[in-house]
């Protein structure tokens, strides 16, 4: 049984603490030493198999046009506000030597030239996109092979040049191109740092202990080094999204804190009870521990869960991230209890400034001490939880309302990715991208490149020109390059809107549907329309197809589990629908802050963009597991307490106040470090940080706080129904809810309630 495994597991690493922690020292040693020995770079690889944009891929992949490779832009204009590249001879030889220091840096593979265009007249440069129609503004593109060829010392020499070209040369020089977006170190450090003392300190005042503030944080380090480092090792095997090393160690901190928070308490507990330090920690690994496993379990299958999008790089991430959740788990089963036995009786005494902090409370609470528990009763949320018990009907309507007021706007949700015009402006990418736009119209900063296989017919490119350069979303077509070898005609296209306009999506849907079948007509050739914009495009068609089947996966694979766990067919239903809810509203004041622009200038967001395609997806399997965290924790004590008084109310109110304080501080540290992130420069990371630390909010407060004791009231005793039939088929749950739990831990055994 799982509560006497956990029991004997926590119970040695309590007993034989720095055995347990030397193993840990070891397994991080190793992880970071295989990282560094094996472990590659993260890519992102947005395309998925059966795309028209993947198809595109591989057919230029086979011609060899170099089209599939990694790219740069470095757009210049001069410094002189009067000068243009058609007049001005020094800004022409500048242009000159520029392209020239360029092309010698090592593996580029070509690069365009704006000045020899300039050579055989304005025109032809102006008709080839290299030079803007009033002569001021000039791109040089930059070609790379493929990234898997390429590390950051290759954008390290490019920033370089352009750093000691900007004060030899009369231009200003601004760059961009995915070669950044490869290459920049993600967003991270700084936030995690951020996220941890904020952590401490919500720790401290819940605790009023360094020590015991401490060894949660301690834990959570030593699991995050393991599972990035597992990550990055998993980098040199397979390609790791960008957004997982960032998305794991926000995710990792908050549900390592979290996890470590929940078997703390319960440590300190049993040490008020006057339970052997040692004993103490097995208990609590056995109690609070079970809880532990059930939600990181929940969490991992629900990320794995994105399998069904069938889009690699998502899986993959999917993948990443669990390893940091189940080293945060297996850390809190092993790790920690050896930190409690460690510590000995030092965490059951709270500290001078603990017990100041304490005294002011209880003294203007009044309260008694509790003999179980060995702390002042929490009067203040018994008082609350009662108060919303006593007013159930009025109190659901209004947080039910509130919530779906909320939700609303995800009904304008748009899926899209921010491109380099949603950076800051100090950054030089969102500088480039600025002078290229006013150039040459917002289409030029993302491409569409047409690939088309004429299997012998000749007039099918011409009629592919003619065709795609009158429809009215492209603006202009570059000149075609044909593949001698295989015949293969790639055509390089800028449409009229920007890669984050939802016309552009429009534009690649019409290419598909209209234009590329009218100038191919019923021969045997083919062709795709493909790029960054397309690729994404593509990726975002398929995640919202497929994220309702998700969903509905997610869903009833939570009813059973939480039917299992608390023998009950109103209690899992009420907390699907109360979770959809919480991440309902996640979503609409996401829509609302990143779309619409309300707010965004408190994290930081200068322009307003849509949902990155992938992120809905990969929030609701995150999300729906954290919350089950807070879940199976707060009913797992209500369940308790109906078990042992078998009336409802009482556990209603016992339960969820006794958990309130844990809950809400978890909450805390999980909003704390989450927010830590949405202020990092990154559009994506940005609505990762946001979108998680506003559902949790919700989560804790709204919905734990308010919507469970209110639904429970109004359900009263059938909240525990389950039909005699289902409870003999139904093995027995992992979670504390039966009375065989309660005699593996020590504890008398419990009756339990069985519905008719």
């Given amino acids: 049984m799982l509560s006497k495994a956990l029991l004997r597991l926590g119970a040695s690493a309590a007993r034989h603490p720095w055995r347990v922690i030397a193993a840990w020292l070891i397994a991080a040693t190793l992880a970071v030493l295989a990282a560094i020995a094996f472990g590659g770079r993260t890519a992102d690889s947005m395309t998925a198999p059966g795309l028209d944009s993947q198809r595109a891929a591989e057919l230029m992949e086979r011609a060899g046009t170099g089209q599939e490779g990694m790219t740069a832009q470095v757009v210049v204009t001069p410094l002189d506000d009067g000068a243009t590249f058609f007049d001005d001879d020094g800004a022409r030889t500048a242009l ?38 009033d002569g001021r503004i000039a791109v040089v593109r930059v070609q790379y092979p493929d990234q898997s060829r390429l590390s950051s010392e290759d954008l390290d020499a490019l920033v370089e040049l352009g750093d000691r070209l900007r004060a030899e040369l009369p231009l200003r020089i601004e760059m961009g191109g995915n070669l950044f977006y490869a290459f920049s170190d993600p967003d991270g450090g700084v936030s ?27 834990m959570a380090v030593f699991g995050l080094t393991v599972g990035v480092a597992t990550m990055t090792a998993l980098a040199g095997v397979t390609e790791v999204p960008t957004f997982a090393p960032v998305l794991g160690s926000m995710v990792g901190l908050g549900v390592g804190i979290d996890y470590a928070l929940f078997v703390l308490a319960r440590h300190r507990e049993y040490l008020a009870r006057g339970l052997d330090p040692r004993e103490a920690a097995g208990r609590a690994v056995a109690t609070a521990g079970r809880p532990v496993v059930f939600a990181g379990g929940t969490v991992v299958v629900s990320i794995l869960g994105l399998a069904v999008a069938n889009v690699p790089f998502m899986t993959v991430g999917g993948v990443a991230v669990s390893i940091v959740v189940l080293t945060m788990v297996l850390a809190s089963v092993t790790l920690l209890p050896a930190f409690l036995g460690a510590a000995g009786p030092r965490l059951g005494r709270t500290g001078r400034v603990g017990r100041a902090l304490r005294a002011g409370r209880s003294g203007r609470l009044g309260r008694r001490r509790d003999p179980a528990a060995g702390a002042a009763p929490a009067v203040g949320w018994r008082r609350w939880i009662g108060h919303v018990c006593r007013h159930p009907v009025p109190y659901a309507v209004g947080a039910a309302g509130l919530l779906l007021i909320a939700t609303l706007p995800v009904l304008g949700l748009r899926v899209g990715l921010p491109d380099d015009g949603s950076l800051p402006q100090s950054r030089t990418e969102r500088r480039a991208y600025d002078l290229v736009a006013e150039g040459f119209g917002p289409g030029t900063n993302g491409p ?23 429809d009215p979303g492209i603006a202009s ?16 296209v800028f449409p009229t809107t920007s890669p984050q306009d939802e016309a552009t999506a429009d534009t690649i849907a019409r290419l598909r549907a209209e234009v590329l079948p009218t100038a191919i007509g019923h021969g045997p ?31 009833v694979m939570s009813f059973l589990l939480l039917m299992l766990v ?10 699907v629908l109360l979770n959809l809810l919480s991440i309902g509203a996640a979503y609409g004041i996401m829509v609302a802050v990143f779309q619409w622009g309300w707010g965004g200038a408190l994290i930081g967001l200068e322009a307003t963009v849509p ?61 704390a470090v989450f927010l830590s992130f949405a202020v990092a420069e990154d559009p994506s990371t940005k609505m990762f940080g946001l979108g998680l630390a506003t559902a949790i909010f919700i989560d804790a407060t709204v919905v734990r706080m308010v919507l469970v004791p209110a639904t429970m009231t109004l ?38 309630l069985v519905g008719p």
């Fill in 96 to 133: 000159t030597r520029l392209r020239a220091e360029v092309q010698r840096l090592p593996h580029v593979l070509g690069t365009s030239d704006p000045a020899g265009a300039l050579d055989t007249g304005g025109d032809t440069a102006v008709r080839g996109g290299l030079v803007s129609a």
């Fill in 192 to 218: 995690e740092l951020i996220g941890l003392l904020a952590a401490a300190a919500i720790l401290f005042l819940a605790f009023g202990s360094l020590v015991a503030a401490a060894l949660p944080i301690g």
């Fill in 715 to 752: 359900l009263g005793r059938t909240n525990w129904w389950l039909p005699k039939w289902l409870d003999r088929t139904l093995p027995r749950g992992p979670v504390g809810t039966d009375d065989t739990d309660a005699e593996s831990t020590g504890e008398a055994p419990l009756p339990r």
């Fill in 477 to 492: 077509v570059a000149p075609t390059h044909i593949d001698r070898a295989t015949g293969v005609a790639t055509l390089v």
């Fill in 566 to 575: 608390f023998r009950s067919i109103l209690v899992p239903l009420k907390a």
């Fill in 525 to 555: 050739a083919r062709a795709h329309v493909g790029g960054t914009a397309a690729s994404l495009s593509d990726v975002g068609r398929r995640t919202s197809q497929r994220l309702p089947v998700f969903v509905a996966a997610v869903l």
């Fill in 448 to 470: 569409l490149v047409i690939a088309a296989d004429p299997s012998g017919d000749r007039g099918v490119v011409d009629r592919l020109v003619a065709t795609v350069a009158a």
């Fill in 611 to 671: 949902i990155v395609s992938f992120i809905p997806m990969f929030l609701f399997a995150i999300l729906f597991g954290l919350s089950m965290d807070y879940e199976v924790f707060l009913l797992s004590r209500v369940r308790e307490e109906y078990l042992r008084t078998g009336d409802n109310g009482t556990a209603i109110v016992e339960g969820v106040s006794r958990t309130a304080r844990i809950i809400t501080s978890a909450a805390l540290i999980m909003v």
